[in-house]
């Protein structure tokens, strides 16, 4: 099988060193200045036991590669950019190929499926950071992270069993997991607050805006009859599977989406996040005025382009409370 990693940021990063050191055929699918720096002086893939630079192939296409049906893509880009990756990949490539989604949120899933017969979901439990060009860095120790796959919208195949096999050599934890959309709706519940992380200057007093979050997903998730795994499920998968290490000059360690703002990218997946949140509820009937505040919020912060902290924890609480009002 040959791999290409199709966003090679945090998440995308770690996947394709780790595979590429474990001896896989990998290219890589990045952006920019991201990209330029990687096909000219490889990426620094930095790791709580190491600090390596490695030489693997990058391109800015997808035309720019093979793909056919040996090809398993790991889509591992932001859920806000899925649809403009999904077009181009589909004006030349085989339509046999094989993707999986490598990404936070729950619609990419059915989105890919519209375009690649064979299309997978992965579960991404991996924690990584991605701030300057050309660099990637890992924080995970014991193993890489938690990547379990299946068939979508359910089951698994051999190529699920291979994926998950090659996964595992690299160093993740990875299963295969039948009715993995249940752990992806799980990973939702605690994207939920990335928002947070990001908007906040001080989200250690947002324990009322969590709690109302959560409470509105769950509740959407039971009018949608969505079937998600349990806080146990969840606890239990991810107990002693790795641990989060110290990397000595990258010590600041936080979300996707807070990435995002301090790399002034332009925009945010928390329509993907909480928007999801919000978009089952007007389907089903159920309020969510935490997560509308949620997304009005991530908004703001990519219009005005600010970099993270604009609000307190009062602050948005208050905004929640009007909505609901």
């Not at 290409?4 to 001896?23: D, K, P």
């Not at 620094?44 to 049906?69: G, K, N, Y």
């Not at 947070?196 to 947002?206: C, I, M, P, S």
């Not at 110290?246 to 301090?262: F, I, K, N």
Request: charged share 20%.
């Amino acid at each position: 099988m040959r791999y290409i990693v199709y966003g090679a940021g945090g998440v995308g990063g770690v996947i394709g060193a780790r595979l590429f050191q474990a001896g896989q055929e990998v290219t890589l699918i990045a952006r920019g200045e991201h990209a330029r720096v990687m096909q000219t002086q490889g990426m620094t893939f930095i790791a709580p036991d190491e600090h390596c630079q490695l030489q693997m192939p990058v391109v800015e296409h997808p035309r720019q590669v093979s793909l056919d049906a040996d090809t398993f893509v790991l889509l591992c880009m932001k859920s806000q950019h899925t649809l403009g990756a999904l077009e181009d990949l589909a004006r030349c490539a085989s339509p046999d190929i094989r993707v999986s989604c490598v990404q936070n949120g729950v619609a990419n899933e059915a989105l890919a499926l519209r375009f690649f017969q064979r299309t997978y979901a992965t579960v991404v439990n991996l924690p990584a950071l991605y701030l300057k060009p050309g660099e990637v860095v890992s924080y995970a120790q014991g193993c890489s992270g938690i990547l379990d796959s299946g068939c979508f919208p359910g089951g698994v195949d051999d190529a699920v069993t291979q994926l998950t096999t090659d996964l595992s050599q690299a160093g993740f934890s990875a299963r295969p997991a039948a009715a993995v959309m249940r752990q992806k709706y799980a990973k939702l519940l605690m994207n939920l607050y990335n928002i947070l992380q990001a908007g906040l200057h001080d989200v250690e007093n947002a324990a009322e805006v969590r709690r109302l979050l959560r409470q509105e997903a769950l509740a959407s998730y039971a009018a949608a009859g969505i079937d998600c795994a349990s806080k146990a499920e969840v606890q239990a998968r991810q107990e002693g599977v790795y641990r989060m290490a110290s990397v000595p000059g990258y010590e600041r360690t936080a979300g996707s989406s807070w990435q995002s703002l301090m790399r002034g990218t332009g925009d945010i997946e928390t329509e993907y996040l909480n928007g999801e949140i919000c978009w089952l509820g007007r389907m089903h009937g159920v309020p969510t005025p935490a997560n509308d505040a949620c997304v009005a919020l991530a908004r703001e912060l990519v219009l005005n382009g600010e970099g993270p902290g604009r609000l307190s924890a009062a602050e948005l609480l208050a905004r929640v409370q009007a909505n609901a009002a």
